[in-house]
């Protein structure tokens, strides 16, 4: 399975309605949704994310589970999305095959080289600019950092962190694939027109 290039990644936050905050997003030409609440029960992920895929479905979207390679496999997400701390990427890989969709969240070009030697489709960098949506103790890597990472990787990259509207172009233009929002789309009173605008500057 292939990432699209300029691909807007919409990443769910942990307030919102996550299926109606997914419609918005798709509707605005969000290619890929990833279903992301920490602290929600297996039970409910289970059943957002199948509301979800169909959505994504509907609009021939990626769907992809944060963190939770049991429920991605129990109802055939297009993929996972993997931290540092979560099961390694080649363990993930062995229980959903060859086809599923792993990224691997990554913020130097070591982490990188393994993503990509244990199986990644794609690495998750960042945080590129200062974010309030997640806890990050370290500072952010800057739009610098994406084209060492990339290559160290020799796969797309997701850039995320920070990335809005006035920045977006720029990240596309460091060499990123796409990009991954929480906030930008998530704080918006219009998700749809917020994910219609992003998708506009990263394809210009």
Known sequence: MNLPRRLLCVITDEESDPVELARQALEGGAGMMQL????ASGRDLFHWALRIQELC?????LF???DRVDIALAMHADGVHLG???MPAAAARALLGPGAM????VSCEE???KAAADGASY????HIFPTYSKNKPSPPIGTAAIKPIRNAAQLPVIAIG???LDNSAEVIRAGASGIAVISAVSDSDDPAAAARELVRRIRQ
């Not at 479905?57 to 979207?61: D, L, P, Q, S, Y």
């Not at 792993?102 to 969240?105: D, K, P, R, T, Y």
């Not at 690495?123 to 960042?126: A, L």
């Open 36 to 39: 992301r609440r920490k602290k």
């Open 57 to 61: 479905r509907e609009r021939e979207a």
């Open 64 to 66: 992809i589970v944060n």
């Open 84 to 86: 540092q701390q979560d």
């Open 102 to 105: 792993i990224g691997v969240s």
């Open 111 to 113: 982490e990188a080289a």
């Open 123 to 126: 690495i998750g960098v960042g």
């Open 162 to 164: 920070g990335i809005d």
